[in-house]
């Protein structure tokens, strides 16, 4: 895989079923590079990123966010169907690994290396818009913490434009009510997210003063 920036990644082990897939790569208004890549299943790649290019790697278990450096990410079974360890193996510059299903980050130096384990790692779709306007759907994993991106890249739509009203995260500190698009409202509700605006307390995407 190629990038505009002259930044490559290379898939140099995998099983049958392993992917890594372009989710976005875009210009920021600054000028700098912004692209992620989503991998699944047992395989390995290696990824060398220009210098002053943002890239980030999303495993099952981890997120990859790194800046110029040359690294090694291996994604394997974590002796279950759900379970998934990534290992990170540095050769140069700095990265910052962050476990999602804990949202704890690790930075690696140089000759660094760390590793990341996961349970079953709860997923949903959402539109996202780019700052250029481009508008897609995508997975991300349930935890506030793994959000990617959001500042720069453009914002997390919660509605396609009259949606339905759920309750997002109830019982939690997170949550909140909010409206999706009738595209993403199955995968909501599979990860337990109920019909309806949340109870008192639970906060409010809406402005009304109602």
């Excluded at 299943?41 to 999303?58: H, P, R, Y």
């Excluded at 384990?117 to 959402?126: A, E, I, N, R, Y």
Aim: glycine letters at 14%.
């Amino acid at each position: 895989m190629n990038f505009a920036d002259g930044s490559t990644v290379t898939v140099t082990n995998g099983s049958g079923s392993y992917g890594c897939i372009l989710i976005q790569s875009v210009q920021l208004a600054d000028g700098t590079l912004y692209s992620i890549i989503k991998v699944q299943d047992n395989g390995t790649i290696d990824a060398q990123v220009t210098s002053g290019s943002k890239f980030e790697v999303v495993t099952p278990s981890a997120i990859v966010g790194v800046r110029g450096t040359e690294f090694t990410v291996t994604t394997s079974a974590n002796g279950s169907v759900a379970g998934y360890r990534t290992d990170v193996v540095l050769t140069s510059g700095i990265v910052v690994v962050m476990d999602r299903e804990t949202g704890k980050p690790t930075t690696l130096k140089s000759g660094g290396t760390t590793s990341t384990t996961t349970g079953d790692v709860l997923q949903h779709s959402h539109w996202h818009t780019h700052a250029n306007g481009e508008r897609h759907m995508h997975e991300h994993p349930s935890q506030n913490q793994a959000h990617h991106g959001k500042p720069l890249a453009g914002t997390d739509d919660d509605s396609g434009g009259g949606g339905t009203t759920i309750c997002h995260k109830p019982g939690t500190p997170a949550e909140k009510t909010m409206e999706v698009d009738a595209s993403a409202l199955d995968a909501h509700l599979a990860h337990g997210d109920s019909l309806g605006a949340c109870s008192v307390g639970g906060g409010d995407d809406d402005d009304d003063d109602d």
